[in-house]
C-alpha cells in the first residue's frame, strides 16, 4: 500500500479552500501550539494581574454573604512557579482523559491487531444488497468509529472495491465511507473511545471551574444525541452518495481490479469461514461481558449501585430521587465495560482465527497499542499543563462569567447560542485538526462559560462535537485526507487533491446544516442528551 506521503505531492489549491491549507501549513504542530498558547497565558496572566481584573465567583460567598471576588493571578507568582515545577507530574498522570483514553485502548489494541474490527466491517458491507449497499457501508462507517483507524485503512479502500464489484463507481463509495467514518465521526449507535476522550476533557474543564466541584463526567451522557446523529446522517449520506456525487462521476465502466491491490482483495476475497467463526465466538465473549455487567446492576447488593444515594438518614428514600443518581457507578463503570468489552471480543475472534495463540501474543498487542498512543502522551502532557495553568490564572472562570454576561445582554436564544458554537468549532476544524486539541482549547472556558447560561456540560460536549466532525472530510489538513486520495486515485489516477475536495463538499454542508438543526431543536425542546443528563443545567446552591 502506498503511504499517505507519496500520495501528497499536489500543487497546492487555490481560492477559500486554497487559504485554509496554506493557513493551516502555517500553524505549528498542536504539541507546540500549546507551548506557545502557555508562553501567551503566562504574559496575558501577569498583564491582567497588574491592572485587577476580577469577577465575582457565581456560587461561593465569603463570611459576611458577599460574593467571593475572583482576581486574575499572575502565572509568575512564586506559588504557581512552585506548583509548576513541583507538581508538573501529578499534573500530567492527573489529567483526566489520559487514563480514560489509555484504558480503552488498551482493549482497542486487541480489537484492532487481532483482526476483529476489520472483519467485523468487512462482514458487514460484503452482505449488503446492491440497492442498499451506500445505507449499509454509512452506517458502517460511522459504528466502525469505535475502531478508530480501522475505519479510514480498512473500509474506506473495501467500499471502493465492493461498489466496483456491484457495477458502481468506486469513487461513490470511497465519498460514501469517508463521510461516515470522517464526516459522522461523532455519530454512534452507542458511546466509545471518543467519549472517553471528549467527557474527560469535560472534566478537567468543570474541576477546574471549581463551579460544581461534584460534577463527574458520564461516559453515556450524549448517547441518545449521539444515535440520534446517526439516524439524520444515514439518509443524508446515502441522499448525496445516490442523488448528487454518483451522477456526476458518471458510469463506471473500469472493472473490479483497476483499483484494488492484492492486500485490498485479500480483504475483500477472504475466506468468510474462518472469520464467521472468530465473529460468532466474538459475539458470544460481547454477550458474556454485557451479561456480567447486568449482574453487577441488577443482582442483590451489587457493586454499581448506590443505593445509599437516594436513602436518609433513618433509612427512608429521598423524595424525588432520581434513579440516575444510584446508577452513578455503573456510568462510571463504562470506561472499564469497553475495555473489557474490547478485549474479550479481540481475544475470542483472534483465538478463532489464529492471530491470537496463546497470552503472550495478547500482552504484545496491548503494548502495540500503547506505542501507537506515544503521540498522544506527548500532546496531553502539553494539554494538561495548558488546562491546569489556565486554571491556576483564574482566567477560565473570569472569562467564563463575563463571556456568559455578554451572551445574556445579547438576549439571544440559548439554542442559538449552540448553534453558533456548532459553526465556530467548524470553521477552527479546517484549520486544528485534532478532536482533543481543539477541546483542550476551547472547554475551559466554553464549559464553565455555558454552565453559567445554563447549559449542562453534556451539552457543551455535544455542541463541539457536531462542529468537530462535520468539516473533517473537505479540510487538506486532516491527517487521513491524503491517505483517501491515495485510494482514490488507484481507480482514477487523475483524481487530484481539489477533486476529493470538491466531492466531499456537498457531505459536508449538509451535514453541518443538519447536525446544526438537529441540536437547535433538540435543546429547544430539552430532550435528555443521555440517561442522567439533561441539556439544562442549574449551579449549585451559593456557599
Same mark, same amino acid.
Given at each position: 500500500m502506498a503511504s499517505a506521503a507519496e500520495g501528497n505531492t499536489h500543487q497546492g489549491m487555490t481560492g477559500f479552500l486554497g487559504w485554509v491549507e496554506r493557513s493551516g501549513n502555517k500553524l505549528p504542530d498542536p504539541v507546540f501550539l500549546f507551548f506557545y498558547l502557555i508562553?501567551?497565558?503566562v504574559a496575558i496572566s501577569v498583564l491582567l494581574a497588574a491592572i485587577g481584573v476580577s469577577a465575582l465567583h457565581p456560587t461561593q460567598v465569603d463570611e459576611a454573604g458577599n460574593p467571593v471576588v475572583i482576581n486574575a493571578?499572575?502565572?509568575?507568582?512564586?506559588?504557581?512557579?512552585?506548583?509548576?515545577?513541583?507538581?508538573?507530574p501529578k499534573t500530567f498522570t492527573h489529567f483526566h482523559p489520559l487514563g480514560y483514553v489509555l484504558v480503552v485502548m488498551l482493549g482497542a489494541g486487541v480489537a484492532e491487531r487481532s483482526g476483529f474490527f476489520a472483519a467485523g466491517m /468487512?462482514?458487514? +458491507?460484503? /452482505?449488503?444488497?446492491?440497492?442498499?449497499?451506500?445505507?449499509?457501508?454509512?452506517?458502517v462507517a460511522m459504528i466502525g468509529?469505535?475502531?478508530?483507524?480501522?475505519?479510514?485503512?480498512?473500509?474506506?479502500?473495501?467500499? $471502493?472495491?465492493?461498489? =466496483?464489484?456491484?457495477?458502481?463507481?468506486?469513487?461513490?463509495?470511497?465519498?460514501?465511507?469517508?463521510?461516515?467514518? /470522517?464526516?459522522?465521526?461523532?455519530a454512534n449507535i452507542s458511546p466509545g473511545q471518543l467519549d472517553a476522550l471528549l467527557f474527560g476533557i469535560t472534566e478537567e474543564a468543570v474541576g477546574a471551574s471549581g463551579l460544581d466541584p461534584s460534577w463527574g463526567a458520564n461516559l453515556a451522557g450524549n448517547w441518545y444525541f449521539i444515535a440520534a446523529m446517526t439516524v439524520l446522517y444515514l439518509p443524508i449520506i446515502w441522499y448525496v452518495t445516490d442523488k448528487v456525487i454518483e451522477p456526476k462521476l458518471g458510469p463506471w465502466t473500469g472493472g473490479v481490479k483497476a483499483g484494488a491491490t492484492p492486500e485490498d482483495a485479500a480483504i475483500a476475497e477472504a475466506s468468510p469461514e474462518n =472469520?464467521?467463526?472468530?465473529?460468532?465466538?466474538?459475539?458470544?465473549?460481547?454477550?458474556?461481558? +454485557?451479561?456480567l455487567w447486568a449482574i453487577m446492576v441488577f443482582a442483590p447488593g451489587t457493586p454499581l449501585i448506590n443505593e445509599a444515594a437516594c436513602l436518609t438518614e433513618t433509612g427512608g428514600r429521598v423524595p424525588d430521587c432520581s434513579i440516575h443518581a444510584e446508577l452513578r457507578p455503573f456510568y462510571q463503570s463504562l470506561v472499564a465495560?469497553?475495555?473489557?468489552?474490547?478485549?474479550?471480543?479481540?481475544?475470542a475472534y483472534g483465538k478463532a482465527v489464529g492471530t491470537i495463540k496463546n497470552?503472550?501474543?495478547?500482552?504484545?498487542?496491548?503494548?502495540?497499542?500503547?506505542?501507537?498512543? $506515544?503521540?498522544?502522551?506527548?500532546?496531553?502532557?502539553?494539554?494538561?499543563?495548558? +488546562?491546569?495553568?489556565?486554571?491556576?490564572?483564574?482566567l477560565g472562570l473570569i472569562s467564563a462569567v463575563h463571556g456568559a454576561a455578554a451572551i445574556q445582554s445579547t438576549g439571544l436564544p440559548l439554542p442559538l447560542v449552540i448553534g453558533l458554537m456548532v459553526i465556530f468549532a467548524g470553521m477552527l476544524n479546517l484549520f486544528v485538526g485534532s478532536a482533543s486539541a481543539k477541546w483542550a482549547l476551547l472547554a475551559p472556558i466554553l464549559v464553565p462559560m455555558l454552565m453559567l447560561l445554563g447549559i449542562s456540560p453534556e451539552g457543551a460536549t455535544a455542541a463541539y462535537r457536531v462542529g468537530d466532525s462535520a468539516t473533517n472530510i473537505i479540510t487538506p489538513l486532516m491527517v487521513y485526507f491524503p491517505l483517501i486520495l491515495i485510494f482514490a486515485q488507484r481507480w482514477v489516477p487523475s483524481f487530484g487533491l481539489g477533486s476529493l475536495t470538491a466531492t466531499m463538499l456537498p457531505y459536508s454542508i449538509w451535514l453541518l446544516i443538519s447536525g446544526t438543526v438537529l441540536i437547535v431543536v433538540w435543546f429547544y425542546l430539552g430532550i435528555p442528551l443521555g440517561p442522567n443528563a439533561p441539556v439544562g443545567y442549574t449551579l449549585p446552591a451559593t456557599g
Open positions: 508562553i501567551a497565558l493571578v499572575s502565572l509568575l507568582a512564586p506559588d504557581n512557579i512552585q506548583k509548576l515545577w513541583v507538581e508538573m /468487512s462482514s458487514a +458491507v460484503r /452482505s449488503a444488497p446492491t440497492k442498499l449497499l451506500t445505507p449499509v457501508v454509512a452506517l468509529n469505535h475502531a478508530a483507524d480501522a475505519g479510514y485503512v480498512v473500509l474506506i479502500p473495501l467500499a $471502493g472495491i465492493l461498489f =466496483a464489484a456491484a457495477g458502481r463507481h468506486p469513487l461513490a463509495g470511497i465519498a460514501a465511507a469517508f463521510a461516515g467514518v /470522517s464526516g459522522g465521526f461523532s =472469520a464467521s467463526k472468530g465473529l460468532r465466538n466474538a459475539g458470544f465473549a460481547a454477550l458474556g461481558v +454485557v451479561a465495560a469497553f475495555f473489557v468489552l474490547f478485549l474479550a471480543c479481540g481475544w497470552h503472550r501474543d495478547l500482552v504484545e498487542m496491548m503494548a502495540e497499542a500503547m506505542k501507537d498512543m $506515544g503521540y498522544y502522551l506527548v500532546l496531553a502532557f502539553a494539554a494538561a499543563h495548558f +488546562v491546569a495553568m489556565f486554571a491556576w490564572s483564574n
